[in-house]
């Protein structure tokens, strides 16, 4: 059956240094990529999409791979700030299917 | 925001009590979803629906039903529940025309406690 890893639990960085967050998957070949933002007690919240036949995706700060080679999507937040402090959700979908969501990356960035 | 209302947003109930979740949107898409979050799982698709009086089953369907008399809300119930089924559900809803992004728009979530 197909299976989505990010990368740890937990990642704790440094204050304006860049997090990079990883999303490898297994049994499956999505056509999209979705990556979500959740803060404690609220619903996670779309940040980008990235297609099979897009090598990179940014929005401001942000930036997102995907190979599909490796089965792997990395994503990045540039001069990470304490309010980039969140969970991250990767999701995998295929056209007419329904997207599949990883286990998270809660991210801590430290002042 | 997306115009999602989840209720209720807390609630403690007994095994094999019924318990009602509403999902109510105003947003007018078509599609809308009930997932369950649980440490270490993520988020796994419950049921889903495609429009009105259409509904499909999802990754963890089991104990659960759903309806959707409106395009506006989407019940989910628990006949009997369980211990298992503690957890934090949410709704969420999307408009897969917009192709653009596939986004889905979540509510802010449901925390039931079985005892």
């Known amino acids: 059956s197909q299976k989505i890893e990010q990368n740890s639990e937990a990642l704790n960085i440094q204050e304006g240094k860049t997090a990079t967050l990883t999303c490898n998957y297994t049994?499956?070949?999505?056509?999209?990529l979705q990556w979500y933002r959740q803060d404690p007690g609220r619903g996670p919240v779309f940040l980008l999409l990235i297609r099979e036949n897009e090598k990179e995706k940014r929005k401001e700060r942000l930036k997102v791979t995907f190979d599909t080679t490796l089965k792997q999507s990395l994503f990045h937040i540039t001069a990470s700030q304490p309010a980039d402090s969140a969970t991250y959700l990767c999701?995998?979908?295929?056209?007419?299917?329904?997207?599949?969501f990883g286990p998270g990356t809660r991210l801590s960035v430290l002042p | 925001d997306a115009g999602i209302t989840q209720s209720p947003r807390h609630k403690v109930t007994e095994t094999g009590t019924p318990v009602t979740l509403r999902c109510h949107q105003t947003e007018n898409h078509r599609y809308m979803y009930w997932y369950r979050q649980d440490p270490g799982h993520g988020l796994r698709l419950i049921h889903y629906s495609y429009g009105v009086k259409d509904t499909d089953k999802g990754e963890v369907s089991d104990g659960y039903s759903v309806s959707r008399s409106k395009t506006e809300d989407f019940l989910l119930t628990l006949e009997s529940a369980t211990s298992s089924q503690t957890s934090v559900y949410f709704c969420a809803i999307s408009d897969r025309r917009r192709m653009n992004t596939g986004e889905l728009f979540f509510g802010e979530g449901s925390r039931l406690t079985v005892l």
């Open positions: 999701a995998l979908g295929n056209y007419g299917q329904n997207f599949v």
């Open positions: 049994n499956y070949s999505p056509a999209y």
